[in-house]
């Protein structure tokens, strides 16, 4: 993956406010496949990362109407039922493409779990954890940042559950 200009997003301002340590990490848009989980990985392997490190944003819906974020690993799906038991929902439901912007104020493929519109409740897959240091996006397509996962819990009060789908 070609240099990509490194430019400072919002997610990095919230952490540099917050007096939260990370590193930033950049990569040419568009190299890769297409897709969230097979883009994740290529991302991370280019990036020289472990793929279980990198954490994807999912957004949801239950069916009381609450928004809820999902963190997990690139390469892992999101399993709806574990999802809404761990937020406490009937069920829930992805947002769609067209939604995520307005929920959010991110696009698809740059959404970040820091400095969104609203806090929402967060879940983070539970091997988040096993890590010293974790990947999420950066708030933009293109960058990431690396950072410990208790911080990132702490400031999103977020909790960690088993979302995944087991194979």
């Known amino acids: ?3 990509h200009k490194e430019e400072k997003t919002n997610v990095m301002r919230i952490l540099e406010q917050k007096k939260i340590p990370y590193t930033a990490r950049f990569y040419e848009e568009g190299d890769g496949p297409e897709g969230t989980r097979e883009y994740g990985v290529h991302v991370a392997r280019a990036l020289g990362q ?15 109407k609450g928004v809820y974020v999902f ?4 390469a892992e799906n999101l399993d709806l039922k574990k999802a809404a038991r761990a937020v406490g929902e009937k069920s829930i439901e992805l947002l ?6 307005a929920v959010t104020g991110y696009i698809r493929g ?29 708030g933009k397509i293109g960058a990431q940042v690396e950072l410990a996962p208790q911080a990132l819990l702490d400031l999103l ?6 979302i995944i789908v087991k194979d």
């Open 1 to 3: 993956m070609a240099k």
């Open 50 to 64: 472990d793929p279980a490190r990198g954490f994807k944003t999912l957004v949801a819906r239950g069916a009381s």
């Open 71 to 74: 963190e997990l690993p690139v």
């Open 96 to 101: 769609r493409v067209a939604e995520i912007h």
């Open 110 to 138: 740059g959404c970040s779990p820091v400095g969104m519109k609203k806090q929402y409740p967060t879940v983070f897959h539970e091997t988040v954890l096993n890590y010293d240091s974790v990947y999420i996006s950066a």
């Open 157 to 162: 009060r977020a909790q960690t559950a088993d």
